[in-house]
């Protein structure tokens, strides 16, 4: 089994809205990621978590807050976005951080602000 | 800073053969990936190479890496119609954790 599931699928929320995007992985990685995506674009890395322990943020504003619940489950929740930070988001898990631990993706979540 | 370019698109009849290339500038990658996008999907894995490799191949896929000019390729043989989409390579360097810089983003469309 090498998938990783992510809801919602869509979503659109308000700039005062709070919502939460879910990711889930059942490989018995321990190192999950978040991505941003917007169209035609490379993924661009936000967050990495390894062990549960946030190892990577790279210079995310501060409304994007994630959450590693435990080894299988990675959140992202959002508060007060703006309409620029519609992407496609997507988790990935690895078995680790170090050698040639491939990436598995997710689906994502496709986030609209409005 | 890392830097991967990739020609932004291509266009192949079915049955051809397709490559697709990249070039990277960190010479410290230690691995080099190929994933493909469908429209509104993620990303799925296809394969990759170590850096100490030149070439590996993997059914209708071939990986070619020139380390000394910084340029990898994938060649996707007898490709169908289903091999259309975004194609990204991405590197991970040494001491970078597991941290991915990906390519710009190859289309490929595939023409009956």
């Known amino acids: 089994d090498t998938e990783v599931t992510q809801t919602p699928k869509h979503l659109v929320m308000g700039m005062t809205n709070k919502k939460s995007l879910k990711c889930e992985q059942h490989?018995?990685?321990?190192?999950m990621y978040w991505y941003k995506q917007k169209a035609k674009k490379p993924p661009e890395l936000m967050f990495v978590y390894s062990y549960e322990k946030l190892s990577i943020n790279e210079s995310v504003p501060s409304r994007f807050s994630p959450e590693c619940p435990n080894s299988s489950l990675l959140n992202l929740h959002l508060h007060a976005l703006q309409p620029e930070d519609s992407a496609l988001y997507l988790c990935a898990s690895s078995q680790g951080l170090a050698g040639p631990y491939e990436q598995y993706f997710g689906p994502g979540t496709r986030l609209t602000v409005t | 800073g890392e830097d991967v370019e990739q020609s932004l698109f291509l266009s192949v009849r079915e049955g051809d053969s397709s490559v697709i290339n990249c070039t990277y500038t960190?010479?410290?990658?230690?691995?080099l990936y190929w994933y493909k996008q469908e429209p509104g999907a993620g990303l799925q894995l296809l394969t990759y190479i170590f850096s100490n490799m030149d070439m590996k191949q993997d059914q209708r896929l071939t990986v070619l890496l020139n380390k000394k000019d910084k340029h990898l390729s994938l060649r996707i043989a007898d490709t169908q119609t289903g091999d259309s989409a975004i194609y990204f390579c991405a590197e991970k360097v040494t001491g970078g954790g597991n941290k991915l810089t990906f390519g710009t983003g190859t289309q490929l469309k595939v023409e009956l």
């Open positions: 960190d010479s410290s990658s230690t691995y």
């Open positions: 490989m018995g990685h321990r190192a």
